[in-house]
């Protein structure tokens, strides 16, 4: 099976604060996203990456940055916390470019006060 | 990017209930999915289902890529049906590994 895992169910920071949160991937896919999830708004895809060192930005990057060093983890960054920041954060991946499924992990509750 | 929407935002089902899901997409795709999420927030992958019908136990979806929509059913519904049902869609034609998402519809199934 498939196992996406991410490196906190729930975190709280403060404004200003740097924030990491780590995405780490057990099938040796290609394809690594970030998603920011929001009451009626679905899921916003905010970086994603097809390979080691390399990352696209996504609908809504600003605010955040990426890091891919190896290729089974994704880390999302966020500079300096801010409080619409606050939010579920959910880490997926998959193989290659194509038709194929993603593969979510179990999500980052994520508060900024 | 190619928009999705989806029908109904709510929907509150008693235990043994039948429903359907829909999802409108704005333009062709070759790539579409259903998710679920239960309620502590994983999401699962349901159906891969570009076009045609696929059935998974209770589960079944169609696609009509034509008329760009699909259904997903959900039979005999039990309280474990419970949490949000996601479509996603390729962001654009032909991208296919970058999803779009819809706002999704929360089902609950009381007892």
């Known amino acids: 099976d498939v196992k996406v895992t991410q490196s906190s169910r729930y975190l709280v920071k403060r404004t200003g604060e740097k924030v990491f949160l780590e995405c780490v991937q057990d099938m040796d896919h290609e394809n690594m996203f970030w998603y920011r999830q929001d009451p009626g708004l679905g899921l916003r895809l905010i970086y994603f990456s097809y390979d080691v060192k390399m990352k696209e930005k996504g609908d809504i990057p600003e605010g955040y940055s990426v890091s891919r060093e190896k290729k089974e983890r994704f880390s999302l960054i966020l500079e300096s916390a801010s409080t619409n920041q606050t939010s579920m954060y959910l880490c997926?991946?998959?193989?290659?470019?194509?038709?194929?499924?993603?593969?979510f992990g179990p999500g980052t509750r994520l508060l900024v006060l | 990017g190619i928009q999705v929407e989806q029908s109904p935002p709510d929907l509150i089902l008693q235990e043994g209930a039948n429903s359907t899901l829909r999802c409108n997409f704005s333009d062709s795709v070759n790539n579409l999915q259903w998710f679920h999420q239960n309620p502590w927030g994983q999401l699962i992958n349901l159906f891969y289902?570009?076009?045609g019908t696929k059935q998974n136990g209770r589960l079944s979806a169609t696609t009509v890529a034509t008329e760009r929509y699909s259904l997903l059913y959900i039979s005999s519904s039990q309280t474990t049906d419970s949490g949000v049902y996601f479509c996603?869609?390729?962001?654009?034609?032909?991208?296919?590994?970058?999803?779009?998402f819809g706002a999704g519809t929360t089902v609950t199934v009381r007892a």
């Open positions: 997926a991946s998959s193989f290659f470019r194509g038709r194929e499924t993603q593969y």
């Open positions: 289902i570009p076009s």
């Open positions: 996603a869609v390729p962001f654009r034609p032909g991208n296919d590994y970058k999803l779009s």
